[in-house]
T-cell receptor
Framework: RKEVEQDPGPFNVPEGATVAFNCTYS??????FFWYRQDCRKEPKLLMS???SGNEDGRFTAQLNRASQYISLLIRDSKLSDSATYLC????????????FGAGTTVTVRA | GAVVSQHPSRVICKSGTSVKIECRSL??????MFWYRQFPKQSLMLMAT?????????EQGVEKDKFLINHASLTLSTLTVTSAHPEDSSFYIC???????????FGQGTRLTVV
């Protein structure tokens, strides 16, 4: 079983729509959680960290459910510029800064 | 955020030759850097952890004699793909850990094409 699994999508949504997707992780001892954004043929860039109580950054809301071992990302009022692949990233082991990456969820926002 | 610079961004080489990729932390000292490889439509796969002043730690299945890693200073790690073959063609990305932070900061990536 993969350490981090994501629905690959693609999610094809119109501008202004809300889109949400999840990521599951296999190791219950996982410590830190992140969403990264990766544009085509570019490096991943940190979108937001995910905190236990859930957190929001503008139009982006992240949630963590430790009991069910998943995290989610919700994008409100989608913009064309939100089109990208969103990577779910998990730090599995405390004090070991290796990160495990999901394969990504592709979102395409259309005009 | 912290700046990690990777060079070159793109390289095409002939089969059997070696290619060196550099990863620099520009505004912080990085005792640990990570090297990843990403094939199309797949996730980033960790190849090795580069530790300043000591040997790199390679992930299972990654040939240490083929992917040579050197981390001679606190701001520079290099990955050399030796005797490259077409199947080594991929997107190679480095990241560095910033002291006090858990998230990773990535270089721009190197797209290697072996012909």
């Amino acid at each position: 079983r993969k350490e981090v699994e994501q629905d690959p999508g693609p999610f094809n949504v119109p501008e202004g729509a809300t889109v949400a997707f999840n990521c599951t992780y296999s190791n219950s001892a996982s410590q830190s959680f992140f969403w990264y954004r990766q544009d085509c043929r570019k490096e991943p860039k940190l979108l937001m960290s995910v905190y236990s109580s859930g957190n929001e950054d503008g139009r982006f809301t992240a949630q963590l459910n430790r009991a069910s071992q998943y995290i989610s990302l919700l994008i409100r009022d989608s913009k064309l510029s939100d089109s990208a692949t969103y990577l779910c990233v998990v730090n599995i082991v405390a004090n070991d800064y290796k990160l495990s990456f999901g394969a990504g969820t592709t979102v395409t926002v259309r005009a | 955020g912290a700046v990690v610079s990777q060079h070159p961004s793109r390289v095409i080489c002939k089969s059997g030759t070696s290619v060196k990729i550099e990863c620099r932390s520009l505004d912080f000292q990085a005792t640990t850097m990570f090297w990843y490889r990403q094939f199309p439509k797949q996730s980033l796969m960790l190849m090795a952890t580069s530790n300043e002043g000591s040997k790199a730690t390679y992930e299972q299945g990654v040939e240490k004699d083929k992917f040579l890693i050197n981390h001679a200073s606190l701001t520079l790690s290099t990955l050399t793909v030796t005797s490259a073959h077409p199947e080594d063609s991929s997107f190679y990305i480095c990241s560095a850990r910033v002291p006090g932070k858990t998230e990773a900061f990535f270089g721009q990536g190197t797209r290697l094409t072996v012909v």
